[in-house]
């Protein structure tokens, strides 16, 4: 069984930062992509950023801010979260994706920004 476990959420100011974190484990077939997706109340759920080995795409608002990274080895991705604003809250979900198309999904982890 695999599990895909976030930490790192939480409440910062505007203008701050936060570094959020996706642990995989479990029976992992060969890894596709990672990524960061967000969701708040009555929206869908949005893509934020994700990862592959060819590189990494961003939503547009919040390319030059939010940064995601991976341990390969690790099977953990990151997304360093800077220059945060209001509109940035939400529940924050971690994504993996693999070559045998499966897909998995995170718990979720609540970002809130507010002063």
């Known amino acids: 069984q695999v599990q895909l476990v976030e930490s790192g959420g939480g409440l910062v100011q505007p203008g701050g930062s936060l570094t959020l974190s996706c642990a995989a484990s479990?029976?992992?077939?060969?890894?596709?992509?990672m990524g960061w997706y967000r969701q708040a109340p009555g929206n869908q759920r949005e893509l934020v950023a994700r990862i592959t080995n060819d590189g990494a795409n961003y939503a547009d608002s919040v390319r030059g801010r939010l940064t995601i990274s991976r341990d390969t080895a690790k099977n953990i991705a990151y997304l360093q979260m800077n220059s945060l604003i209001v509109e940035d809250k939400d529940v924050y979900y971690c994504s993996m994706n693999t070559w045998k198309r499966e897909d998995y999904w995170g718990q979720g982890t609540q970002v809130t920004v507010s002063s």
């Open positions: 479990g029976s992992i077939s060969s890894i596709y992509a």
